[in-house]
């Protein structure tokens, strides 16, 4: 299964945490697991964006080609609904996909408690909150990650709707960057080893969503599209672009 060793390893890192915020910090510890293609009993071609594809935790837009080197997406902050522990992340990032050694994003995620996370990440190392990141219900938080090399970038967070931004700039990161993925995502993470149930997000949009670099600037138009399909062949997402933007539903029960 692809991302098999990168699960076995941060398996032992999520073990040896605390709970609480250590938890919301591991909560990256595992990657998209594809499952099957919408009509297609095998198989897996990234060319073809006729139909969605399946994951267990993915849902959104990934763009394949090279040389990105800055994805960008606004989203406006969901109220979401389900258990106290269930939780949905929302993010931008580069590589990850066909590119599986490295991730360099930053998202949010909102908790059926009514908390919420602003954070960083660069894979294999496990996310970091930003502190002193207020947002709520309603706000507009735009997210840019920027890497300027191979090896080194920025991950940005501005909150539109108070003027607030954070940042962190990454310079002796664990892995190196492929630059052959941009990726718009809603994802089901993973907490001491196994996905949080996935609250109800209603509706993310992602506007003004672009990806740039040395191949020029595409939006999620034409990208992959995932859908998230549980265990039992639920499927729990509708992703799908219209013009510049990709907006994901929240459809399970």
């Known amino acids: 299964m692809k991302y098999a060793a990168v699960l076995a ?11 609480s915020l250590e938890d919301r910090q591991a909560r990256r510890a595992t990657r998209r697991d594809v499952v099957a293609r919408s009509r297609k009993t095998s198989g897996f071609n990234h060319k073809d964006t006729s139909f969605p594809q399946y994951s267990s935790n993915w849902a959104g837009a990934v763009q394949i ?24 992340s929302a993010w931008v990032g580069i590589d990850g996909d066909t590119c599986s050694s490295a991730i360099l994003q930053t998202g949010v995620s909102f908790y059926g408690d009514g908390s919420f996370d602003a954070w960083y990440e660069w894979i294999p190392d496990v996310a970091h909150s930003f502190a002193n990141f207020q947002f709520g219900v309603g706000d507009q938080i735009r997210m840019t990650v920027d890497a300027s090399s191979l090896t080194a970038g920025v991950a940005t967070l501005e909150n539109l709707s108070n003027g607030q931004t954070v940042s962190h700039t990454f310079s002796n990161p664990p892995s190196s960057l492929c630059e052959t993925n941009a990726e718009w995502i809603v994802e089901d993470f993973e907490s001491n080893g196994q996905l949080v149930p996935f609250a109800n997000f209603g509706s993310v949009t992602f506007t003004g969503a672009s990806a740039s670099g040395s191949g020029g600037t595409v939006t999620p138009s034409g990208a992959t599209i995932f859908d998230i ?9 509708d992703c799908s672009t219209s013009g510049n933007d990709l907006t994901c539903n929240y459809t399970g029960n």
């Open 9 to 19: 390893a941060f398996a032992g890192i999520a073990a040896a945490l605390p709970s």
């Open 65 to 88: 080609g090279n040389g990105f080197t800055r994805v960008e997406g606004t989203i406006t902050v969901p109220q979401v609904s389900g258990e106290a522990n269930s939780a949905v």
């Open 229 to 237: 399909r549980d265990q039992s062949g639920t499927v729990l997402t």
